[in-house]
């Protein structure tokens, strides 16, 4: 078990809806970096927080958004949701960004009807 | 577009040998090579990372690294049934701020007793 906790683990959403995940980081991580992966895919990235400020993004529009707070721990928020966000979104935290050691939580599983 | 290339398998293996899992990446620019287990339903959990060419020995697991061929493996000596699993291939940049990891859409092992 890691110490980086994701809320909920499941949730089920309907198409439009908004949604925010949570995440809380291990203990000394000041770093924080959001997945989705989609069945049989590999983790794809979303953006990363690395102390409060968004160090990072991959190929996701800006529906996509999130923050990251004073303990380290982090938000995820999906605007207008579509059915192609049904998927696993992971967090992983690290101690810094160049970190070669990061823990991802259990991951959430949204899925949008 | 940065790529990573794994087979998605299955590979199926008896217990007791060694299992062999292979990754190619795009990216010259790669310099760590992370390998994760992923157990269905669960999240990624990291296994070793190697950055030099060569081998790096871990217990049962043995990652090796060729730069010049843009490939990596994994190998597993010994596979246990526990074995059985998704193994994620990533690879990071050294630079470019967030040190952002593209992962493999992994390879699917079975070891069969």
């Known amino acids: 078990e890691t110490g980086v906790t994701q809320s909920p683990t499941h949730l089920i959403k309907t198409r439009g809806q908004q949604v925010t995940l949570r995440c809380s980081s291990q203990?000394?991580?000041?770093?924080v970096s959001w997945y989705q992966q989609a069945l049989g895919q590999g983790p794809q990235f979303i953006f990363q927080?690395?102390?409060?400020?968004?160090?990072g993004r991959g190929n996701f529009p800006p529906r996509f958004s999130g923050l990251q707070f004073p303990n380290y721990s982090s938000e995820l928020n999906v605007n207008a949701l579509e059915l192609d966000d049904s998927a696993l979104y992971l967090c992983?935290?690290?101690?810094?960004?160049?970190?070669?050691?990061?823990?991802f939580g259990q991951g959430t599983r949204l899925t949008v009807v | 577009q940065k790529e990573v290339e794994q087979n998605s398998g299955p590979l199926s293996v008896p217990e007791g040998a060694i299992a062999s899992l292979n990754c190619t990446y795009s990216?010259?620019?790669?310099?760590?090579f992370f390998w994760y287990r992923q157990y269905s339903g669960k999240s990624p959990e990291l296994i070793m990372f190697?950055?030099?060419?060569g081998d790096k020995e871990d217990g049962r697991f043995t990652a090796q690294l060729n730069k010049a061929s843009q490939y990596v493996s994994l190998l597993i000596r010994d596979s246990q049934p526990s074995d059985s699993a998704t193994y994620l291939c990533?690879?990071?940049?050294?630079?470019?701020?967030?040190?952002?990891?593209?992962f493999g859409r992994g390879t699917s092992l079975i070891v069969h007793p």
């Open positions: 992983a935290s690290s101690r810094g960004q160049g970190d070669t050691e990061a823990f």
């Open positions: 203990s000394g991580h000041n770093t």
């Open positions: 927080y690395y102390r409060e400020e968004e160090n």
């Open positions: 990216d010259r620019g790669s310099q760590s």
């Open positions: 190697i950055y030099s060419n």
């Open positions: 990533a690879a990071r940049p050294a630079s470019g701020g967030s040190y952002i990891p593209t």
